[in-house]
């Protein structure tokens, strides 16, 4: 069966960085978008980034744009999130998630959620 696995969070102070990692198997890896969502105490599940099937088409929330980056390597069925000059208020669980969608993710189905992975932004 389908699992993704990430890893990768922590607690790091504010303007530090994290490497999210999300480590695929169970499915055919290099056909799926990938992505990154997160939720916040209290808040509803947002999204982070993806990237399509070929790693090329990639899409990231306008809020983090600037701060962040996504890629992946097909070759280990490994998805990666790099998160830069971090703020408290990014403070979230992170989760990994396969689109039904090769090209995209937003609005579209998600086909598998992995179970995430906290990153805690505090001095």
């Known amino acids: 069966q389908a699992q993704l696995l990430e890893s990768g969070g922590g607690t790091v102070q504010p303007g530090g960085s994290l490497r999210l990692s999300c480590a695929g198997s169970?499915?055919?890896?290099?056909?799926?978008?990938m992505g990154w969502f997160r939720q916040a105490p209290g808040k509803e599940r947002e999204f982070v980034a993806s990237?399509?099937?070929?790693?090329?088409?990639?899409k990231f929330a306008e809020s983090l744009k600037g701060r962040i980056s996504i890629g992946r390597d097909n070759a280990k069925n490994t998805l990666y999130l790099q998160m830069n000059n971090l703020k408290r208020e990014d403070t979230a669980v992170y989760y990994c998630?396969?689109?039904?969608?090769?090209?995209?993710?937003?609005?579209?189905?998600?086909?598998?959620w992995g179970q995430g992975t906290q990153v805690t932004i505090s001095s």
């Open positions: 998630a396969a689109g039904s969608d090769p090209y995209y993710m937003q609005d579209r189905p998600i086909a598998f």
């Open positions: 169970g499915f055919t890896f290099n056909t799926y978008s």
């Open positions: 990237v399509g099937w070929s790693g090329t088409l990639k």
